[in-house]
């Protein structure tokens, strides 16, 4: 589906160190709306060809009916085929000693159910529709995408679940390396960031110049009542302090590349931690932008 391409597109492995914090997050909202205009164009393309279609087939010999046949083989051979590479991937991979120390072979089951569950979609239609209008059995590519497309989704999506627990999934352990729980991993990134702040934060004599920093900012709200206050004359103290808050963030968000590279936590939990860094960053940015008084 086109979720899956706007993951890969918005979260590409080198986006975390290249991208900044306001292109991400922009990236995200833009291609949201993208995907949810392209997924509803698509639907409405099948309304507006399929019926034309249709209409062309009925005046050939056989009509519509014809097609049940060679439908039917078709559907067999994409469930099928399915099947015949994933299974043989799953275990022709573990003869390699490397990968099944790393990774061992899991039960039938695993890829019997990924198998399954190979449902067709947007995407495929997508593709028969962009056929351009003479390509010879345009009209049965289209109708054969469309009955594939419902099938799938209907039949196997329907009886993924009874096959999930027919298959009994959940008496095996699945074996992997071990990674580190989202809780666990803001730990780690917390930490970071404190001694950034520390290291920054500490006056030659020992004192503390910036203790709220060491509060979780938690008077940021006071502070920017008392720098309006002041009419521009903290402007400097105002800089420096989130200068601090931008040294913690990046230190945050390159010790979660660290936990990400060394493969201690999952990519979807450094997505959920740095969307909070870019937020945070954003804020902290917005403040360093000179504003005229008065």
Do not use: C, N
Request: hydrophobic share 55%; net charge neutral; charged share 15%.
């Amino acid at each position: 589906m086109l979720s899956a391409v706007t993951a890969g597109l918005v979260g590409g492995w080198r986006q975390h160190a290249i991208l900044t914090a306001q292109t991400r997050t922009a990236l995200a909202a833009v291609w949201g709306a993208v995907v949810y205009v392209l997924e509803a164009l698509v639907f409405i393309l099948i309304g507006l060809s399929l019926r034309g279609v249709l209409d062309r087939l009925g005046a050939v010999p056989g009509g519509v009916a014809g097609l049940v046949l060679p439908g039917a083989a078709i559907l067999l051979a994409v469930v099928l085929s399915r099947f015949a590479w994933i299974i043989p991937a799953t275990y022709l991979a573990r003869l390699v000693p490397a990968i099944r120390r790393r990774d061992p072979a899991p039960p039938l089951a695993v890829p019997v159910i990924m198998s399954w569950a190979g449902m067709r979609g947007v995407v495929s239609l997508a593709v028969a529709l962009g056929l351009p209008d003479g390509f010879p059995g345009r009209d049965f590519i289209l109708v054969t995408t469309f009955a594939v497309i419902l099938l799938t989704v209907l039949v196997q999506g329907a009886t993924l679940a009874p096959l999930i627990r027919w298959l009994r999934v959940d008496t095996f352990v699945l074996h992997q390396a071990p990674t580190l729980p989202e809780a666990a991993a803001r730990t780690l990134m917390v930490q970071a960031q404190l001694a950034a702040v520390e290291a920054q934060a500490t006056a030659p004599d020992g004192g503390v110049r910036h203790p709220r920093l060491l509060e979780q900012y938690a008077y940021r709200a006071r502070a920017s009542a008392r720098f309006h206050e002041a009419d521009g004359s903290l402007d400097g103290d105002r800089d420096e302090h989130f200068g601090i808050v931008l040294a913690a963030i990046a230190a945050g968000r390159a010790e979660l590349l660290r936990l990400r590279d060394a493969g201690e936590i999952h990519d979807s939990v450094l997505h959920a931690l740095e969307a909070k860094l870019d937020l945070d960053e954003l804020a902290a940015q917005r403040h360093l932008v000179d504003v005229p008084h008065g």
